[in-house]
C-alpha cells in the first residue's frame, strides 16, 4: 500500500511540474513581444555634444538621474518635426525602463546618445527634457 502511495504522489508531482514548465515556455514568447515602454527621466543631469571632425555628425549624450538602481534601456530621442525650429534648437526626451523587484535604493544615473548624421546646417543647439525638473539646454560652439 505504501508503494502505491509513494508512486501517486510522485506521478502528481511529476505531473505538476509538467504543466509548470509548459505554462513557463508559452509565457515566454509573449514576454518578448511586449517590449518594456521607457518612462520620461525627472531630472536631467548633463547633456554634451561632439561633432565629427568634418562636422557631418553630432553625437549628442544626456544623463539623468534616476531615484532607484537596476533602471535600464536608456534611449535618448529625438522630437519629430515637420519644421526646422526657429531658434535652431532641436529637441530629445532622455527615457528608461523602470526597474521589477527588489532595487537598491539608493539614487543613480543613467546615460544615453544618439548620433545625427548630416544635422540641418541651422542646428544651433539642442534641449534634453525631464518630467520634472525641466530641461537642459546646450548650444553648439561651431
Known amino acids: 500500500m505504501l508503494r502505491f ?9 511529476a505531473c505538476a511540474l509538467t504543466i509548470t514548465v509548459a505554462v513557463a515556455q508559452d509565457k515566454k514568447p509573449d514576454e518578448k513581444k511586449q517590449e518594456k ?5 525627472k531630472t536631467i543631469i548633463d547633456v554634451t555634444y561632439e561633432f565629427s571632425k568634418d562636422k557631418k555628425k553630432v553625437t549628442v549624450t544626456a544623463v539623468g538621474q534616476v531615484p532607484t538602481g537596476g533602471w535600464s534601456g536608456a534611449k535618448l530621442t529625438r522630437k519629430p518635426t515637420k519644421t526646422a525650429p526657429k531658434d535652431g534648437i532641436y529637441e530629445y526626451e ?12 539608493a539614487l543613480s544615473k543613467v ?4 548620433t545625427w548624421e548630416n544635422p540641418p546646417a541651422g542646428i544651433k543647439g539642442v534641449k534634453v527634457y525631464g518630467a520634472d525638473k525641466g530641461a537642459k539646454t546646450v548650444k553648439f560652439d561651431k
Open 94 to 105: 532622455l527615457t528608461a525602463v523602470r526597474p521589477t523587484g527588489i532595487v537598491t535604493q
Open 111 to 114: 546615460k544615453a546618445s544618439d
Open 5 to 13: 502511495v509513494r508512486s501517486a504522489c510522485f506521478a502528481v508531482v
Open 37 to 41: 515602454k521607457g518612462e520620461v527621466l
